[in-house]
């Protein structure tokens, strides 16, 4: 269990860094600038988190998440021309829905075994590891937030969150399960969502006067 | 005193929730971005005094900020045409004002109390407090900030801070009366802002070149 | 040598501060703004990284400067004319170059002497503190940042940083000698471009599509 966590938390931090810089290309971004925002937005959001928790930096003690953000950023850089094919692109997105998944639920289970807050900031402190790094990306990129996107990518992550939120409180005899579920949940609509291009229905957005 | 105190940050929680939505509204925001976006306005100033001060965030310990800025953000979500009705606007808008004078105030008074970098730090602390969570919204959804704003908003916060710490620093004994005399100047020239469109005098801007 | 840093780091704050200003003066900022960006801009780097360490704001303790800031963002409001002559204003962008310089350096020794996430973070940290404050002042103006603006400003910094981290690591017996000689390097690199003009060349830079 510990082992393949490992190995899908590299794979996750990869692809946010790969996703993060795809998303500002387009802009003309220099090769440091590349490099800077391709490792916030892998290490962002757990940043954001653990400030708020009040402990070390995640990546103050396992320093590989930093090499690897800044490998996967440079090799973006240089081989653009491989990672913007659509059909690649479009597995990276896949593979970061399953990052920004499991980030969220590795980060709430972080603040929820800290004792902080219980139940409503392990909720948020989730939902902040998995979206924070792209929204310190954009934020510095001068690009529109996924908040004011209307994309269906925090949706999920805090639908599944919530729920891993209420497994935990009520039925924590089933933490490993509902774990697994909720990944599988906020990954599933996040497939869906990129696959048939969904967005957030007319309704539920307001009314530009 | 302690009663008052604490239906007064009701209010004013709701409030700046409230103001936070109204004053993205215009964007096309969707419904979850209105709940990040509110929640953001409310608890985001007092967040980040307390990361600042290295004390637990306000809200892990007591969730019902977080709960009532929910339910505040969602009811303006619903209710948007209600919320936009100018006299209604502008009631939110007067509370709102409270609730900076108020929150101002409060922030200023915890990081005294812990006796964090008096007397300057407590008075930048309670400006934050009182600011911050805007800030942060208008940064996520792309809006101009208040800082570039010239309305008369920080301005009266940090004039009705500074007061407050000199009265605390040189005579301590007229606390109480103090924190309510800032407050309510705070809340007047705010109130005489929103009354009479007051901006900053262009005297006082720079020059666009 | 202690009472060098000193009189260095009064130098860098003030220029910092100017600098900050002169960059955002042309959007039209109010007094306000301009102390608060200002302030932000000289300070705000340093505060990221003192809450990243978890250690308390170095400005809680050290409150000159604020002061320090302050003033100089009001003078240099009030002396726009003068600071805006392109030969001041030259002078202050070559002291600001040596600021990043001392301040990227300092940084990465106070992390470092706090045995902060050896060897990685402390030149992270060394960065942050250097470039922060301008990161922060840029958002919250609504300005480009210096990420997406091809200046050869973070560079210098972050390549400083490393050489000065890889000196601490493996030749610690060296620690002072390269720490000028990294300050050195970075304002050196600093200078030219500003007096060449000097830009990340095209081949570095992402193809906008």
């Known amino acids: 269990m510990h082992e393949i966590n490992f190995w899908i938390s590299v794979v996750a931090t990869i692809a946010f860094a790969v996703t ?30 653990d400030i708020i928790l009040g402990v070390p930096s995640f990546w103050s003690e396992t320093q590989m998440y930093v090499w690897l953000a800044l490998a996967a950023s440079i090799a973006t850089f240089v081989a653009e021309s491989f990672f913007t094919q659509p059909q690649i692109h479009r ?57 004011m996107s209307h994309e269906l990518y925090a949706i999920p992550v805090t639908l599944g969150c919530c729920l891993y939120g209420l497994v935990l409180q009520f039925f924590p005899q089933y933490t490993v399960q509902a774990s697994v579920i909720c990944i599988a949940i906020i990954f599933g609509i996040r497939v869906a969502a990129i696959h048939w291009d969904l967005r957030v229905p007319k309704l539920f957005i307001t009314q530009t006067r």
Chains 1, 2, 3 share one sequence.
């Open 20 to 49: 993060g810089v795809l998303a500002i290309a387009d802009r003309g971004v220099d090769i440091f600038g590349v490099m800077v925002l391709g490792v916030i937005t892998a290490i962002g959001g757990g940043t954001i988190r």
């Open 91 to 147: 597995t990276m997105l896949y593979i970061d829905g399953f990052g920004a998944a499991l980030f969220g639920i590795a980060g709430l289970d972080k603040a929820w075994n800290l004792n902080f807050g219980l139940p409503v900031a392990p909720v948020i402190l989730g939902v902040v590891t998995a979206i924070g790094g792209g929204l310190l990306r954009d934020v510095l990129a001068g690009r529109k937030t996924l908040l």
